[in-house]
């Protein structure tokens, strides 16, 4: 079965300091996609960044980056100098094929 | 440019009742997909559309949902006699891709209340 695990429900993170969100896995393919998706309160959600499964190297975007580890199934993510914007649901998800699969979701909340 | 639209942005049915939710996504994209969000969750993959053919429907939950993109554009899912555990967000979704690695871009989602 495919699964995605997030185990944090709620994270909180002072303005301007790092936090990892943390996700893991379950798939047989070798060859897929993971996601880390932004979902504000207005509901719609935003993709933030994305890692191909066959790329050793961790995927990084601005402030945004990944730790890979594709032997343990773990894919988290890093949020550096956090802002307040930054504060919504985090959803990490995969896909293989066409189906995509979510975690439950981390709520990050961003102190001033 | 327009992003994904989706309506009614809420909808309160009675139970039994018939509903159609519409998604307009974004010209050109290839793939939809629609999703189902109950509170506290993440997405669950419902359908997926590659133009008009409906490649994947296996997490339609049972034979009352059905969705259809018949011009390879706009997409409605229909629930009929709708029943409580019916209750969530549905969320569409495009992308220009068909392989997965195409980012997706969804809409906001409608609320369906079933009382």
């Known amino acids: 079965a495919q699964t995605v695990t997030q185990s944090q429900p709620e994270m909180s993170v002072q303005e301007a300091e790092t936090v990892t969100l943390s996700c893991t896995y379950d798939t047989s393919e070798s060859d897929y996609y993971l996601f880390w998706y932004k979902q504000p309160p207005s509901r719609q959600m935003i993709l933030v960044i994305r890692q191909e499964a066959y790329k050793q190297q961790n995927a990084t975007e601005n402030r945004f980056s990944v730790n890979f580890q594709k032997a343990a199934k773990s894919f988290s993510l890093k949020i550096s100098d956090s802002q307040l914007g930054d504060a919504a649901m985090y959803f990490c998800?995969?896909?293989?094929?066409?189906?995509?699969?979510f975690g439950t979701g981390t709520s990050l909340t961003v102190i001033p | 440019g327009a992003g994904v639209s989706q309506s009614p942005r809420y909808k309160v049915a009675k139970r039994g009742q018939d509903v159609a939710l519409r998604c307009d996504p974004i010209?050109?994209?290839?793939?939809l997909f629609w999703y189902q969000q109950a509170l506290g969750q993440g997405p669950e993959f419902l359908t997926y559309f590659q133009n008009e053919a409906q490649l994947d429907k296996s997490g339609l939950p049972s034979d009352r949902f059905f969705a259809e993109r018949p011009e390879g554009s706009v997409s409605t899912l229909k629930i009929q006699r709708t029943q409580q555990e019916d209750s969530a967000v549905y969320l569409c979704a495009s992308s220009p891709g068909w392989e997965g690695r195409w980012e997706q871009y969804f809409g906001p989602g409608t609320r369906l209340t079933v009382t």
């Open positions: 998800a995969h896909n293989t094929g066409n189906q995509f699969y």
């Open positions: 010209s050109g994209h290839v793939s």
